[in-house]
């Protein structure tokens, strides 16, 4: 009897506990603010944020992003490397990715709109997000 009423109690216990530390760090919460692990984070419509997007974005270069979006041109620039122009939907500027060996990575041409997932490394950021070293994850239609 006695070990019953004392599980019953450190149960109990270890629901309080566990509720007001929750509670503390906003997990609950329904007032939770961002945190400094937020990243790109905005309310506002893609246009209206680029100036947030811009900021939090900057503390990402060097990383290695995976984007997708649709592509709204294609060229080879002068040192015959691909380069490629996404949009995605939830970033406010066009991303250009930069293709080092694009001749091993594509089986078939691109076309304007087509879907696409690429990976590449932040390394630039302007009026434009640029991607270098990038490769082929999925490709849409």
Known sequence: MKKTLLYIILFLSGIAIGSLLFMDNGFLSKDAKLSKYSYLASYAPSEDRKQDFVQ??????????????????????????????????????????????ADIQLVEPFKLGETINLQGVFNQLDEEIFLASCRIINRGN
């Open 56 to 101: 939090s974005a900057s503390s990402m270069l060097g990383e290695v992003l995976i984007v997708s979006g649709s592509i709204q041109e294609v060229y080879k620039n002068k040192n015959d490397q691909l380069v490629i122009y996404l949009k995605d939907q939830n970033i406010p500027l066009p991303i250009n990715c930069t293709f080092n060996l």
